[in-house]
């Protein structure tokens, strides 16, 4: 099974959804900063990542770790994915690392 490499590419604040329906969202995300870089292994969350973001991206990792592709990427054995969190997502690139 393949380490994957998580780097936080983009930060998104949806400032409209958060006046209307927030309750005192800071904005953007302050779990993260561009350019973060976090090793998975044995597809275990890297320690300091989000849980809430895991849950959203481990499978995407997943897939990266045993060998599979996404083939909407242009480069195999790399994919984006982003955490569901309306008010402020964050976007990861996901690159699996070969030995």
Do not use: H
């Not at 350019?35 to 300091?48: A, I, N, T, Y």
């Not at 995407?60 to 990427?73: E, K, T």
Request: with cysteine.
């Amino acid at each position: 099974m393949a380490d994957v490499k998580i780097t936080v590419v983009k930060k998104l604040a949806n400032r409209d959804l958060a006046d209307e329906y927030g309750n005192d969202v800071k904005l953007p995300c302050d779990s993260f900063d561009v350019g973060d870089e976090f090793v998975v292994k044995d597809l275990r969350m890297p320690e300091g990542f989000c849980s809430w973001a895991w849950a959203d991206i481990q499978r995407d990792v997943a897939v990266l770790a045993l060998g599979g592709s996404f083939d909407w990427v242009r480069k195999v054995g790399t994919g984006i994915a982003c955490c569901t969190d309306g008010f402020r997502p964050v976007v990861f690139k996901l690159e699996r690392i070969e030995r």
